[in-house]
């Protein structure tokens, strides 16, 4: 028994199955975790190795060199980059997108083992860290404070940031800008030298002072006691009655010779929120955790917790992830309940019958559903690419059991009994159904198969579709015809008002076969013309071609603006501030439809992971801004960072500034265009970046362009001469842990109150540290006690270091980063980095590349068109099958070059630039296409095989599958509509996919009806004129055989 | 004796087994799956592709006095799909084991 009378038989049984799918389907659902993006896991390891003391060209040669040479043997490696700084090498490997993390973390790990006995002595084991976007916050908090800076650190490290890492999913939560209290001990150094006091024996004093100290235990009587001395002060102040020394026979108090302040850390990274000074709190979340679920339990703890913070102190959102999220998915999901209305709609008005309707209606949510099982079983989230998936899946899984449903209505009005009409009709067209879905089949399997980035995006499309496919198709040879069975009726037509109006659409639609069979026999007359006019329309849609630019993915606009701005090297803190304060009130004044304002500047603590990752300094100002959503405001978050970019160029005084959109690269971030300039000479690499900077940024449509080597970094160096310190018994480490301690400061203990530790530290106050003769004028104390100054020991200078070195695949390199202005596109970008290239005279020793999103682009273009090629092979394959002919699906394919026609109409009138989506409509596009061509042709044929002629089949099939032909078309096309024109959130991405699935649709639609008969047409008849040849010959050959005899 | 012989759309195997039962017709052999084209109008059903429908064929030894009446019967039969096709064929049946 086939499946199908199975289901009919068992309508309980085949009705159940389908329950149990939704069921599950919609708990999987619930399950689901919601994000932006298909999980694009690490593809970057960093190797961090640390050689103390080493300058950036030693740690170069000594440590990076081996190291980079070793590892460049791990396998599926694409890129090796290197950072040599002082101190330290930091080894960045790129591997491709969808790798196994931990094999490549093992295999560099056995590499790394290799060349660790040739690494200078010294130099520390390499640590292995895994980096990947997720370490780019989710949940950005602002605070404001008026009265409780002091104590803002102790507040909220103890009642937000303690609790909020615990919560589920949170990896690491950092306050910036909230300075740590510290107590310190400002010594005057000519009080200390008249004295013959130094900075270590108070700070020893201090130390032995500051003590808890358990002296054993003691019998009395029946009980053990156990003896403390309690020496800890229990209140600050109390330092100032220690006595430190003495001199003549007196005391030496600590307040005679320095000031106990209770004050906060001095070099503090600071945070302004609108231009008020205020702190950070930068939630991350843990590796493989959910942003969307991480950000919910936060807030929903953060209310809670806000309770128990003094009334001062207000917590606002800068930025939340999160947000973005939810705002795009909610956008799509909205295009996905219009998308199913319409395909409804469209269904009824073409049935005609609520009962057909719901029947083919049913199917959609049944085979959607199942994918829902699959996202949760391979633990996916329901994603950006994941629910384009089902938009525009809507429009196909219909089509199957259409056809099943109007053969069954066909064999009902005929007279059969429902129930024997839904097996025998199924019966007939189960198979043509199955090749149909083979054909897209052929489409969505080899998606699965793509590598790289394109590949972790596709891969989850393609599986969708197939699953989606596959259960629509087993949905339609079993639900559909049981429920027929069990649902349908001959049909009667009642006089409501759709029967009345749906009549009119019919009899129009009678009209239109009519017309369209007209038409037809005019095509078969006029054959040549219509290919000549074929012909010269496909020319000419290629000329669109060479204009239409591309891009990666279109950006997107989640109201969100990132601004780096760099005074010169060495800026102090108070000026970088001043004019961080003043942007603030510009940008405030420029832009009403910005929400938040905030700004960090100086260096980050130690406690700060987040804000280490980064660079910073005092002459570096992080701007975060975030506006009102995109459909709120009129100007595009484009216009607004071109405006910021102009903003920005009108103060002298700024060295480099970059403003970036949103998340920042990768997919929905901006677009940039690296170039990439390897050469071993520092002097001429800098000169060529600088020229190809300039060169570009002359061009108005590129925003930024940042040069990657930062600048020679001015210090003051304190070189000792050797000789002179051995003459008063020292050596360079004594002697630069002495200076250290007056300047940066000695920890002499930590003060404890409530619980928590603060650190007491001992150096000089600060006017006595504010210049070289400060520096010089230091007193150190040799071991025999005579006094020297620092000057007397040293050379004191004021010099440039080198900045780091950057290495990529093992040379020497230098990056000029682009970014592009409103509206235009990557490839023009590229443009003008290879125009600038092209003019600028290329030094010996250097060469250059052009890389990053562009790079991106092109690998994943050359994927996709890879890919195009396997699938038209496949389709190929399947369709000769299916015909067991070479003929008739070479007819078919016709209809593919005029899909690429109406896209590239599509993108040139809409000008939107050719990107990664609009390639994957393409791809889409191969399979709905041809489908249209086979409905068309199969049926030519079987016209044929009941022994009409050519001509007249050709009509005949046109004018009979006109209707199924363009309800299907209609219904994809119309489901791609709400995702070609959505404004929401997040919809600049899928604009692209449907306006090439709708453009390239309906245009190919309408070049396969004509051209794609006449082409049949054509062919068949010269398939029976050369029959008839071989015919007549075989006939004259036994006639002249015969007389013969 | 006399033999029927009845070939039809497939759909109508259910009607005639129910005929069958209302005139206690007890004994018949079936085919699922015949192939077969009318003399006149109708279409050809061939399982194929261009003719995908098939038929279904009955044949059953009843006594004389019962052919009218399965006669009349599968004809009201025929009116309700005139487009499906059934036909019925009368034969002397000369003997039996």
């Not at chain 1, 839904?422 to 199955?434: K, Q």
């Given at each position: ?978 995702l070609a024109i959505g404004k929401g959130e997040g919809a600049e991405m899928w604009n692209p996919l449907g306006m090439t699935v709708a453009w390239g649709l309906t245009f190919s639609t309408m070049i396969t009806l004509l051209l794609i008969p006449m082409l049949y047409a054509s062919f068949a008849r010269y398939g029976e004129k050369r029959r008839a040849r071989k015919q007549r010959k075989l006939l004259e050959k036994s006639a002249a055989q015969s007389v013969v005899e | 004796m006399k033999a029927v012989f009845i070939s039809a759309y497939q759909a109508f195997y259910q009607d005639i087994l129910e005929l069958f039962n209302q005139l206690e017709i007890r004994g018949f052999t079936y085919w699922d799956e ?64």
């Amino acid at each position: 028994m086939s499946i199908f009378q199975k289901s009919v038989k068992n309508p309980i049984t085949t009705a159940l199955i389908y329950v149990a799918i939704v069921i599950i389907g919609v708990y999987s659902y619930s399950k689901l975790a919601v994000d932006l993006l298909p999980d694009l896991g690490t593809n970057n390891i960093l190797v961090l190795t640390s050689y103390e003391g080493a300058s950036a060209s030693d740690i170069e040669t000594n440590v990076t060199k081996p190291l980079e040479n070793v590892l460049n043997g791990v396998s599926n490696l694409k890129h090796i980059n290197a950072n040599s700084k002082e101190n330290v090498s930091v080894i960045a490997l790129e591997f491709e997108y969808g790798i196994d993390v931990e094999e490549a973390t093992n295999d560099i790990r056995d590499k790394l083992d290799l060349v660790s006995s040739m690494l200078p002595d010294g130099v520390s084991k390499p640590i292995i860290f895994k980096f990947s976007t997720e370490a780019i916050p989710i949940l950005m908090l602002s605070v404001q404070s008026e009265e409780s800076t002091n104590a803002l650190y102790k507040i909220l490290d103890e009642r937000i940031v303690s609790p909020l890492s615990r919560v589920e999913g949170v990896g690491a939560v950092s306050i910036q800008g909230a300075p740590q209290r510290e107590i310190n001990i400002y010594c005057d150094p000519y009080k200390l030298d008249s004295y013959g006091l130094t900075v270590e024996g108070i700070t020893n004093v201090i130390r032995a002072e500051n003590l808890n100290l358990p002296l054993g235990n003691m019998d009395m009587g029946s009980s053990t006691f156990s003896i403390r001395t309690i020496g800890e002060f229990d209140d600050y102040a109390a330092m100032n009655d220690i006595v430190v020394g003495s001199f003549n026979n007196r005391n030496v108090y600590l307040k005679d010779v320095a000031v106990v302040k209770d004050t906060v850390q001095e070099r503090v990274q600071e945070v302004y929120n609108n231009g008020v000074r205020g702190a950070s709190i930068i939630i991350q979340k843990q590796t493989g955790g959910n942003t969307v679920n991480t950000a919910k339990e936060i807030k929903k703890r953060l209310p809670e917790l806000m309770e128990t913070l003094p009334e001062d102190i207000k917590i606002g959102v800068i930025y939340d992830t999160s947000d973005d999220i939810l705002n795009t998915i909610g956008s799509l999901r909205e295009a996905i309940i219009t998308i199913l209305i319409l395909v409804v709609v469209v269904v009824m008005m073409f049935l005609g019958r609520w009962r057909a309707t719901f029947i083919i209606a049913i199917v959609i949510p049944v085979s959607l559903v199942a994918s829902f099982i699959y996202l949760a079983i391979t633990g996916n989230s329901l994603n950006v690419i994941s629910l384009s998936s089902l938009s525009i899946a809507i429009g196909m899984v219909v089509d199957d059991a259409i056809v099943v449903l109007e053969n069954i209505s066909k064999h009902i009005s005929r007279g059969s009994k429902p129930k024997s009409a839904a097996v025998y009709a199924t019966n007939e067209v189960y198979l043509s159904v199955v090749a149909s879905t083979l054909v897209l089949l052929a489409v969505f399997l080899p998606m699965t198969t793509l590598s790289g980035l394109a590949g972790v995006l596709f891969k989850q499309m393609g599986w969708i579709m197939t699953i989606v496919i596959v259960v629509s198709l087993l949905a339609s040879i079993t639900l559909t015809p049981m429920m027929s069975s069990v649902m349908l009726k001959a049909q009667h037509r009642s006089n409501s008002w759709f029967d009345r109006f749906q009549g009119k659409f019919e009899r129009q639609l009678d009209k239109l076969d009519l017309w369209y069979s007209k038409v037809l026999g005019l095509v078969l007359k006029w054959r040549v013309w219509v290919i000549v006019g074929a012909l010269v329309i496909f020319i000419a849609s290629l000329f669109l071609a060479k204009v239409i630019p591309t891009e990666f993915f279109s950006h997107e606009d989640n109201g969100r603006l990132t601004v780096t701005v760099k005074l010169p090297m060495g800026t102090r803190l108070e000026e970088s501030r001043a004019l961080g304060l003043e942007l603030t009130q510009r940008f405030q004044e420029n832009f009403p439809e910005m929400i938040h304002c905030n700004f960090n500047v100086g260096q980050p603590s130690d406690q700060n992971t987040f804000g280490r990752l980064f660079e910073s300094g005092s002459h570096m100002l992080s701007f975060n801004m975030r506006f009102t959503k995109k459909t709120e405001r009129e100007r595009g978050i484009q216009e607004i960072s071109d405006i910021t970019n102009t903003i920005l160029g009108e103060y002298p005084q700024i060295n480099t500034y970059f403003v970036r959109l949103g998340r920042g690269g990768g997919a929905g971030g901006q677009s940039t265009v690296v170039v990439e300039i390897y050469g071993n000479d520092f002097l001429e690499t800098d000169k060529f970046a600088a020229t190809i900077a300039d060169k570009v940024l002359q061009d108005t449509r590129c925003g930024s362009a940042k040069i990657s080597r930062e600048e020679y970094t001015p210090e003051v160096s304190i070189n000792f001469d050797r000789r002179k310190l051995a003459e008063k018994g020292l050596n360079v480490g004594t002697a630069a842990t002495l200076v250290k301690n007056r300047i940066g400061g000695a920890i002499a203990s930590v003060y404890r109150e409530d619980g928590h530790e603060y650190m007491i530290r001992v150096r000089l106050a600060p006017e006595f540290r504010e210049n070289l003769n400060d520096i010089r004028q230091m007193t150190l104390f040799t071991p025999q006690g005579a006094a020297v100054k620092v000057g007397e020991l040293a050379q004191i200078d004021e010099v440039l270091t080198p900045p780091t070195i950057e290495r990529k695949n093992r040379s020497r390199i230098v990056k000029v980063e682009m970014t592009a202005s409103a509206d235009v596109p990557l490839s023009d970008l590229a443009e003008i980095a290879k125009d600038a290239l092209d003019q600028t005279e290329l030094p010996q020793g250097i060469t250059t590349e052009l890389a990053g999103t562009y790079q991106d682009q092109q690998e994943s273009f050359a994927d996709l068109a890879l890919l195009m090629v396997l699938i038209l092979i496949l389709v190929f394959i399947v369709m000769a099958s299916q015909f067991e002919s070479f003929v008739y699906p070479f007819v078919i394919i016709f209809s593919i070059p005029f899909a690429l026609t109406g896209v590239l109409l599509g993108l040139s009138v809409t000008g939107t630039p050719l990107g990664l989506m609009a390639m994957l409509g393409l791809v889409l596009l191969i399979g709905i296409v041809v489908k249209n061509g086979i409905v068309l042709i199969d049926y030519t044929i079987l016209l044929r095989e009941r022994g009409h002629t050519v001509e007249e089949s050709v009509v005949m099939a046109g004018r009979s599958r006109l209707r199924p032909i363009l309800m299907t078309t209609i219904t994809t096309v119309l489901g791609m509509i709400p995702l070609a024109i959505g404004k929401g959130e997040g919809a600049e991405m899928w604009n692209p996919l449907g306006m090439t699935v709708a453009w390239g649709l309906t245009f190919s639609t309408m070049i396969t009806l004509l051209l794609i008969p006449m082409l049949y047409a054509s062919f068949a008849r010269y398939g029976e004129k050369r029959r008839a040849r071989k015919q007549r010959k075989l006939l004259e050959k036994s006639a002249a055989q015969s007389v013969v005899e | 004796m006399k033999a029927v012989f009845i070939s039809a759309y497939q759909a109508f195997y259910q009607d005639i087994l129910e005929l069958f039962n209302q005139l206690e017709i007890r004994g018949f052999t079936y085919w699922d799956e015949v192939q077969g084209r009318g003399h006149f109008n109708g279409e050809p059903h061939y399982g194929s592709h261009a003719w995908p429908t098939l038929n279904c064929a009955f044949l059953t030894m009843i006594e004389d006095h019962q052919v009218e009446p399965l006669m009349q019967k599968l004809r009201e039969l025929d009116k309700t799909a005139p487009q499906q096709g059934l036909r019925a064929f009368v034969l002397p049946c000369l003997e039996m084991l």
